[in-house]
């Protein structure tokens, strides 16, 4: 017999036949063909009982170890489960530049949201606050320096508070800027649009106001989150929003004078900032930048953000 001759003989066999059917069923002709029959037949049933799928898998497809061994389920497509899950699933890798990768992601539906989530939002909400990574100090000083707002994040269990208040703020209130100007935002501001006293940003106190940011992102223990508002523009590109250089020059003259000066030698080292690009802000009717300070006195950081005489009505 040659191999030609077991060629024609396997592709009589029905495609639902097992391999150990086969192998039993030519246990009688000459073991000189043994090697070449093996072979052949791997070759050929492999393609008819045991391939899991035709797609490309996003794991390694757990076939049989033997030819009798049983076929492992599990071995899914990602077209399968984006079929299934929509296009809200959770990214399948960390964001770019992602400091706080989880290792061992559940795949979950991501509630609907009333903000837009970023990707690195989405894979927060694979984890829970145990496998959560806050962001470091050295960490956040990075991924500033480098523009990568995109990954700063809050811990799992704020981000869904976060999502469930701005939802039920909005149904109360209409939007985030009417409830920042009924209860957070200077009165003597009134309704949008604004007239500042001085169209350079942060030049005229009367036109911005220091808070706590009430939603902070996730940070170790030791560093503050504060939130500049202003009623006066701050330019941005027609990019992606960020800030001009002109603009950045004028915010990082502001966050020295207010911040940084009060500090006192070494002030710098305790005080970071960023505003937001536009397509990343839950805000986008009011302008504001982000301050985050560092082992500061809780007394210097109730001064800074302290309502003002000048904005009460």
């Not at 957070?184 to 500042?196: D, M, S, V």
Request: aromatic content about 10%.
């Amino acid at each position: 017999m040659t191999i030609t001759s077991f060629n024609r003989v396997v592709a009589s066999i029905p495609n639902g036949c097992l391999r150990g059917n086969i192998t039993s069923f030519f246990h009688q002709y000459h073991s000189d063909f043994s090697h070449s029959f093996t072979v052949l037949v791997q070759q050929r049933t492999s393609q008819r009982t045991f391939a899991t799928t035709s797609h490309q898998c996003h794991n390694e497809p757990k076939y049989p170890t033997s030819p009798s061994g049983p076929l492992v389920p599990g071995c899914e497509t990602r077209e399968r489960k984006n079929a299934q899950m929509g296009d809200n699933t959770l990214p399948s890798k960390p964001p770019a530049n992602d400091p706080n990768p989880n290792p061992n992601p559940v795949p979950v539906v991501v509630e609907e949201s009333p903000f837009p989530l970023t990707a690195a939002d989405k894979w927060v909400l694979s984890q829970t606050d145990e496998e959560f990574k806050c962001h470091s100090w050295d960490e956040l000083r990075t991924l500033i320096q480098n523009n990568d707002l995109s990954v700063l994040k809050r811990k799992p269990s704020d981000l869904r508070r976060y999502m469930k208040w701005t939802a039920e703020t909005k149904a109360s209130y209409g939007s985030m800027t009417n409830y920042l100007l009924a209860h957070r935002l200077p009165k003597t501001w009134g309704e949008p649009p604004f007239t500042p006293v001085s169209d350079v940003p942060f030049a005229e106190p009367s036109d911005y106001c220091v808070l706590l940011n009430d939603w902070p992102y996730g940070f170790e223990p030791g560093i503050t989150h504060i939130v500049v508002w202003t009623c006066t523009a701050i330019a941005t590109d027609d990019d992606k929003g960020d800030m001009t250089p002109e603009s950045r020059n004028i915010v990082g003259d502001f966050v020295k004078r207010y911040f940084v000066d009060r500090l006192g030698p070494g002030g710098e080292e305790k005080v970071l900032y960023f505003k937001n690009w536009v397509a990343l802000q839950s805000v986008r009717a009011l302008e504001h930048i982000h301050v985050l300070v560092k082992d500061v006195d809780p007394a210097l950081i109730e001064e800074w953000t302290r309502e003002q005489e000048w904005h009460k009505a």
